[in-house]
């Protein structure tokens, strides 16, 4: 039985704990999304000027994972994080100096494409770097360290921000450099077998119809994204339902503060002591969790209510973490982990964006209840159709292996 310790990361390789530190810079360097509302506010952009800016950033998370996941297969994973971390890094400063409402857009188009093809080369050198028995183990780990980034990042985004918008900024580029700078200096990209995967039929080519003609992928992939996109209301649908409720902006502060708590405290050892048991069984439990909390925001009507659905939720995200991107890069091809971790990201990428459109709508026009309901029935529904592939998956990845 693993140790309940943060020790049970220490057979991971010094490759996961450099991306790991990593990250955590890197997501210091995420201050400007959530106040560019207030940032375009204090350049004199209107609210209907403000959803092109903000259409134009959800557009570039759509295009930057796939894009990434090319590049990490065709030119390498770490040319192709530092490619996207200097990329954004410079669109930072083309946003604060861009004069107009499509300046700013092409701005955060690129601000988001760019940094959005970091994470399939990363995911993709994790991959790399280790077998597949560690695989879920490495994926928590940088999880662990998105979310410490965030937590931080959350705190000194609002300091920053009272004291000038330009702050917010000059460390977002600042924080992006010094990971290019880390990855070019300290990361070391294992040989890969670049031959196209017998099953590919040599079609494989440079695109992602390695993983279209994958069945089992395009089964599981849009169940994962179904799961994620529940996931993401948290982000959306949450805070609605908190200023509907007459609280202040400040409860939501609060609620994200316990999932960050929660999350940085228990994610390390939740991880050791469930890595004895099934992935999918996992992945399908905590699923659940998630769907039952979200769900349980329609039933909160105070902040006592709201703070348990939010531990309920959270304690799912620390159930599930590292496993999905585990998963996929088991699945995947050596020669074409770049681009199975880029259709994950993707998968990310629409799940956010469905949540950001179709949640609201749902709310806005259909009703709340509508809205937790959905999320209720569809995060239980694809978690138990998860599990049912669990033998599928199995198969698989010991064919893999095999090979």
């Known amino acids: 039985m693993p140790s309940l310790t943060p020790s049970s990361f220490r057979d991971l390789p010094p490759v996961v704990w450099t991306i790991f530190a990593g990250t955590i810079v890197n997501r210091l360097g995420y201050l400007v999304t959530p106040f560019l509302i207030f940032f375009l506010a204090s350049r004199g952009v209107t609210g209907a000027e403000t959803t092109y800016v903000l259409g134009a950033l959800g557009a570039g998370n759509l295009l930057g994972p796939a894009v990434g996941g090319i590049l990490a297969d065709r030119v390498g994973r770490r040319p192709t994080m530092i490619i996207g971390l200097v990329g954004t890094a410079v669109a930072q400063g083309a946003l604060f100096l861009a004069p107009g409402v499509w300046t700013m857009a092409a701005a955060a188009l690129l601000i988001s494409a ?14 790399d770097a280790v077998d597949s028995e560690r695989r879920r183990r490495a994926y928590a780990l940088f999880g662990w360290g998105v979310n410490i980034g965030t937590a931080v990042a959350g705190v000194l985004g609002g300091y920053l921000a009272a004291h000038g918008y330009w702050l917010l900024f000059a460390v977002d580029a600042g924080s992006m450099l010094v990971y290019a700078l880390v990855v070019t200096v300290r990361l070391k990209e294992p040989k890969r077998d670049r031959t196209p995967h017998p099953a590919g039929n040599g079609k494989d080519g440079i695109g992602y119809g390695v993983v279209l003609r994958d069945r089992l992928a395009m089964v599981l992939l849009p169940l994962l994204g179904i799961q994620l996109f529940v996931y993401s209301l948290t982000e959306v649908a949450l805070p609605l339902a908190i200023h509907d409720s007459g609280l202040s902006p400040a409860v939501y502060g609060a609620m994200a503060a316990v999932n960050a708590i929660l999350v940085v405290a228990l994610q390390p050892f939740t991880t050791a002591w469930l890595s004895r048991f099934p992935q999918l069984a996992v992945q399908g439990a905590g699923s659940t969790l998630i769907a039952v909390g979200v ?11 709201y703070a348990v659905s939010v531990v309920v939720w959270s304690l799912g995200e620390v159930v599930v973490a590292g496993i999905a991107a585990g998963i996929v890069a088991n699945l995947a091809p050596a ?9 994950f990201s993707w998968i990310w990428g629409v799940a956010r964006f469905a949540a950001l459109t179709l949640g609201v709508t749902t709310y806005t026009t259909l009703g709340p209840t509508v809205l937790w309901w959905t999320a209720l029935v569809a995060g239980t529904a694809t978690a138990a159709a998860t599990v049912a592939l669990t033998k599928r998956v199995d198969a698989r990845t010991a ?5």
């Not at 020669?335 to 259709?343: E, L, N, P």
């Open 399 to 403: 064919h893999e292996l095999a090979a």
């Open 335 to 343: 020669h074409a982990r770049g681009r199975y971790q880029g259709a």
């Open 295 to 305: 769900a349980l925001t329609g039933l909160a009507d105070g902040i006592a209510g």
């Open 114 to 127: 760019a940094g959005s093809t970091v994470s399939p080369a990363a995911s993709a050198l994790l991959a």
